[in-house]
Each structure stands twice: as C-alpha cells, then as structure tokens.
C-alpha cells in the first residue's frame, strides 16, 4: 500500500512523543500522590497521550483499507494478527534476556543467566498478565492491537458497524468508569479482578478503549480524505486537548488521583484528531526520510526501553534540566538506528517495520 507522508511524519511525533512518556513517568508521582498540577513533568507526559490512540487509529484505517479494496476480512485479519503476534512473541522474548549492559557487567555471566531465569519463572506466575502485557509494560500495546482488530473484524465480519460503533463506545465508556473515574460520584466497581491492571493503564487500551480507536480508524478508511480533514482533525486535536486537561484538573484536585492516567474522555477525540490531520496529507513535507522513518517506528517502539534504562544509569551525571533533553534525542536516534540496520536483514525486518 503506498505510503502517506502525513502518517509517516506523525508516526515519528508520536513515537518521540512515547519516549517522553517514559522520561517523564516518574516525576508525575511523588509519595503515592500525583505531583502538582503546574508540574512541567505531568504536563508534558499528559500532552503527548494522542500517541497510543493515533497509532491504533491508523492501524484500523490501513487494515479497513484492505477490506475496503475488496480483502477478505477473515484472510485480512489473520494475516493482521500473524504479523503483530510475531513482533509481540520477539520482543517479548528479547526483554526475558539479560539486556541491561550496567547491571550484566556487575553481575557476570552467571548473574545474567540468573536474570533471564528469574524473569521466566515470574512470568509463569502471572500467566494472564504474561498473556496480555509480555515481558515488559510497554509491550501492552501489541495484544491491544490485536484485541482491538478481532473485536472489530468480528463485526464487520457480520456487517453490523452500527452495532460495532455502540459497542466500541460503551467499552471505551465502562473502561473509564470503572478505571480514571472509579473513585468519582460518576463511577462504577465492577467485580472483574484486579482494577489496576484491568482498567488503568494497558489494560485500559487491551480490554476497553482500543476497539474504539480501531473501529474509528476503520470507519475513517470506508471515507475518502481531502484537506477538509485538516481543519477537522485540528479542532477535534484542540476540543480534545481542552476536555482532557479539563477532566485531569478535576480528577487531581478533586479526587486525588494517584496515577498519571494514559486516557480519559477527551483523550479519544485527541487520537482521532492525530489521525485526520495526518490522513489529509495537507500541508505535509515529502521528503524521502519520512517514509523511511516512519516505516521504523514498531521497530524504535519495540527497543527503545532497552537503550532508555542502559542510559538510565548515567542520569547522576547530568543536571535534570539536561538530562531529559539528552536521552530522549539519544534514546530515539539510536533506536531508529538499530532499526534501520535490522530492517537490512529479511528476518529481522518482520519484527521492525
């Protein structure tokens, strides 16, 4: 399928946008409580949260476009769930190894044989979370990916997209309610396990919110884009921003959340937003590097936590102004470069781009 520059160019954003995520976690809670409102490391890690809902967005848009084109929807699926099963299953394999070069030379070979085996036996303690989440908490996103297109294959399977919108909808809805907004007046307790790690955070996106942007990005390929989309997708970007920051004041202030939440209300209509202005294609560059990057950025997602905490290590070296700065640019840029080098190989290309 040919290439959009737009998509590429905000695949790039959003996956640097992902590091900052990460740089910024810690920061957000301090002693059990979200850190103060004005915190310049809160709201960086609350402005960048269009980017899981953009990527699973885009992924519904080019997996309809194939059913669109006339595809199969049950060959288009399977051939969908292969694909990201095989880079979920890889990944998750390279994170059970000993991958932190600081603590293998402390440890010696026998400490690292230590660390894989550790690592393998907790994993068959927590089969379902092994299941749904893999061997490190960024990896969540692939079994969303895959929960999020067999929910929306089933249905489109059927023919009942309007059945498919409600039911994307309500998920996105009691995921919220019975996660972020638990302990509001507006708040449900449903009795399904463990509340933190089914509707906060991964869970959210693999159980509830990822059919929503999934479905949205397949409604969006049965469409044909124009430049209108900009303007649409900007304000959807600005409405989405406003209901967001919105809901996080009255969440911290009032409800003193503990947790910096990956998605709330007007987290979706930011995500969507993402995804219009990159499908209009309007106003985008077309240089050649764009594609080239953007066609890298499961790759740079997949091993970008395997550079972040081996430079972790040298955070005391740098004052904190400087520090984060130095490893997000440090952090993508070798990231994407070891990507570039994988995809030069035919085997490892499948679990980069």
Known sequence: MKRIPGVDIFRIIAIVAVIIAHATASPTVVNGHIADWSSPYLIANQV???????FITISGYFWGKK?????????????????ILIIYLAWSLVYLLPYDVYQDLNCGIAGSLKIFYF??????????????????????FLPALMTSATICACFVKM???????????????????????????????????????????????TF????????????????????????????????????????????????DINYSPDCLFGTYFMGIGCALIALSNALMPRAHCFSTFGSLTLGVYGMHLIYFNNLDHARPLYPAGLWYPFVIV????????????????????????
Not at 225 to 246: D, E, Q, T
Not at 335 to 340: H, K, L, M, P
Request: hydrophobic share 50%.
């Open 48 to 54: 960048i949260r269009f980017t899981v809902p953009y």
């Open 67 to 83: 059913i669109v084109g006339g595809a199969d929807v049950l060959q288009t699926f399977l051939g969908f769930l292969k694909r």
């Open 119 to 140: 690592n393998a036996i907790d994993l068959t303690k927590r089969p379902l979370h092994a299941m749904f989440f893999g061997t490190m908490y960024h990896l969540y």
């Open 159 to 205: 023919r009942r997209i309007g059945t498919l919108i409600v039911f994307s909808a309500m998920l996105y809805i009691v995921g919220l309610l019975n996660g972020a907004y638990a302990h509001t007046p507006m708040g449900i307790h449903l009795p399904l396990g463990t509340r933190s790690w089914l509707f906060e955070g991964p869970g959210f996106f």
């Open 208 to 255: 509830f919110g990822g059919a929503a942007f999934f479905a949205s990005g397949y409604i969006l390929s049965t469409m044909a884009p124009n430049r209108s989309w900009l303007w649409k997708g900007c304000g959807f970007l600005i409405l989405g921003y406003m209901v967001h920051f919105i809901e996080l004041y009255f969440l911290i202030t009032k409800h």
């Open 330 to 353: 440090a952090v993508y840029l070798l990231s994407v470069s070891t990507a570039y080098l994988m995809a030069k190989n035919t085997a490892l290309k499948r679990i980069v781009a």
